[in-house]
């Protein structure tokens, strides 16, 4: 597992020597890979959710989504886009999700940015993503975006 990312330059290069989802990327770890084009791979997730509940990861290595470009991250999406329908499709579920863990307080354990495709089936018991974290706040939506705005206005 990669070391978070705050820790600097020196600690980001043996958090790839040492991470879990590079050395699956490089081949160097087994997994069940189901796609492996130039830029991502996807995996089957070791404690899935649902049959097919699937990880997809760039072969680059970025702790968090925060720290890739804009231009990277959508082609990881596109990549995991195409993934998602094809499981979908092979496995017969009825919809999927799609997940990030974006940190530790996120629920992050493999430093290594990558994304959930979790099959979903008639009464498999699981939630929507509200069933996630429940917002108790006390401050108003309208509170909110008032402190989102002006960050959101920034490049």
């Not at 070391?3 to 160097?28: K, N």
């Not at 996807?42 to 970025?62: E, K, S, W």
């Not at 495709?117 to 108790?136: E, L, N, Q, T, W």
Request: glycine residues 10%.
């Amino acid at each position: 597992m990669g070391a978070p990312a705050d820790e600097g330059a020196e600690s980001e290069e043996r958090a790839v020597s040492g991470c879990l989802f590079c050395q699956i990327a490089r081949v160097e770890r087994p997994s069940h890979t189901i796609f492996a084009g130039d830029g991502a791979v996807a995996f089957l997730d070791i404690f899935p959710c649902t049959p097919g509940h699937t990880l997809v990861i760039p072969r680059q290595h970025y702790a968090t989504l925060s720290e890739m470009p804009a231009e990277e991250v959508g082609k990881l999406f596109q990549v995991a886009a195409m993934v998602a329908t094809k499981v979908q499709s092979a496995l017969g579920a009825a919809g999927f999700n799609l997940g990030i863990n974006n940190g530790k307080a996120a629920g992050q354990e493999v430093f290594h940015v990558h994304i959930h495709i979790i099959p979903r089936y008639a009464d498999d018991g699981g939630g929507s993503m509200k069933s996630v974290a429940h917002f108790k706040g006390k401050e108003s939506l309208e509170q909110i975006a008032a402190k989102l705005r002006p960050a959101l206005a920034q490049p």
